[in-house]
């Protein structure tokens, strides 16, 4: 995990100065959750609990840990994740589901949909100069508002929002487990 490696490099340094701001970038995807994304997810929700425990033990020695939670930004990320899905899921059991979620990807992508990474720079800099930097910056198209229906939702609601944004299917019919007439 290379946020993890960095952070065991540069935390000597920062505990002998007794301050500095350890900024780790996630993604509002590290707090919501999206169909075919979960070795995404689940890499931004770890850095997000890694970055909220750190945060607790480095206190202690004046040092602030920051997470950048970006929404949509114009980078090239979606046409390579799509790209990504395509090849390890765009045939079999699950080949409908990454076709639908590749090619909103692309379509969003390809949209006025998409913050300027220099959003994200700009944030970057403003934790780092702020005397007490927030614990958390959501930015970037979406972020907030995802974020917020995240906790306002229940988790079966923000699933069909989830699979209703993505023109995924629903659950199928199940079938009864009773003898057959």
Known sequence: FGAVRLIQLALPHMRTQRSGTIVNITSMGGKIHTPMGAWYHGT?????????????????????????????????????AAE???KASGTGSYAPQASAVATLMINEANGNRQSPPQLIAETIAKAVNAARPKTRYAV??????MIFMRRLLSDRAFDSLMRMAARMPHRA???SCGAAS
Do not use: H, Y
Request: hydrophobic share 45%.
């Open 173 to 175: 019919q199940r079938r």
């Open 140 to 145: 970037g198209f979406g972020a907030r508002p």
């Open 84 to 86: 990504n899905l395509q």
């Open 44 to 80: 931004k929700f770890a850095l997000e609990a890694i970055s909220d425990c750190l945060r607790m033990e480095v206190e202690p020695f004046g040092i602030d840990v920051v997470v950048i939670e970006p929404g949509g930004i114009k980078t090239e990320w979606a046409g390579i």
